[in-house]
């Protein structure tokens, strides 16, 4: 598995390639956003580690210009601004999660581990078109309203269709779609159900088909009623 990480913090990154190659995974290392970019428009990469403080262009218009041309590979971001509008700002760009510094070593290698396991499965498929709530996506090529989507929310609208009005807590989700362990802890679910709400509920602030149960996860409701 090849990895591109973008860390312009020197230290932060010899750690990381040392401690990346001993899981076994190829690694490569851009110190900029311009760099990275380069990189990886001439090389094959199973995931990006991107960091968003970036000298030039930062780590949101990184992610952003590579999502205009492949939807599919994994980005997961390092941030240091764990407010909630740079989250939803960093899923607009399409990353598939985040993890804040200054992070846990374990748990970031557990975190990459798991997205590279999910960049090797096929989703069992529900036909060419997932009509979910108000949107009708052609998974041939899923655009909704001129945004694409990616490939980690493609694959969360999936399970749900696939699991209608069972509820489904955010550890069952982080360990089917994310790839991760039982027991991750992180918001990752709830950033990413609120940009979804956005895609596919008449009224994102009120939702009737993706509805949330309190302390306990999400529910699906194909026909918008009780």
């Known amino acids: 598995m090849k990895i591109l990480l973008v860390e312009d913090e020197g230290h932060i990154a010899k750690g990381l390639l040392f401690n990346f190659r001993r899981q076994g995974w190829e690694i490569d290392w851009a110190e900029n956003g311009e760099d990275a970019l380069e990189m990886w428009a001439s090389h094959t990469y199973d995931l990006i580690v991107l960091d968003v403080m970036l000298p030039g262009i930062d780590g949101f218009e990184v992610a952003q210009r590579i999502r205009r041309v492949d939807g599919r590979i994994a980005i997961l971001m390092l941030t240091a601004l764990a407010a909630d509008e740079h989250r939803i700002a960093g899923l607009e760009c399409g990353v598939d999660d985040f993890v804040s510094k200054p992070f846990v070593l374990k748990e970031l290698l557990l975190r990459v ?13 529900l036909g060419e078109v997932l009509n979910f709530g108000k949107a009708t996506i052609d998974l041939n090529e899923p655009i909704v309203d001129d945004t694409p989507l990616t490939r980690i929310e493609i694959d969360l609208l999936q399970y749900f269709a696939r699991n209608p009005g069972r509820l489904i807590s955010r550890e069952e989700l982080l360990t089917e779609v994310w790839g991760y362990e039982p027991g991750t802890v992180t918001r990752t679910v709830d950033t990413f159900i609120l940009r979804v709400r956005k895609i596919v509920e008449p009224e994102p602030s009120r939702p009737t088909y993706l509805r949330s149960v309190r302390g306990a996860g999400y ?8």
């Open 113 to 125: 581990a798991g997205l590279l396991r999910r960049t090797q499965w096929i989703p069992p498929p």
């Open 219 to 226: 529910r699906y409701v194909p026909s918008g009623k009780e």
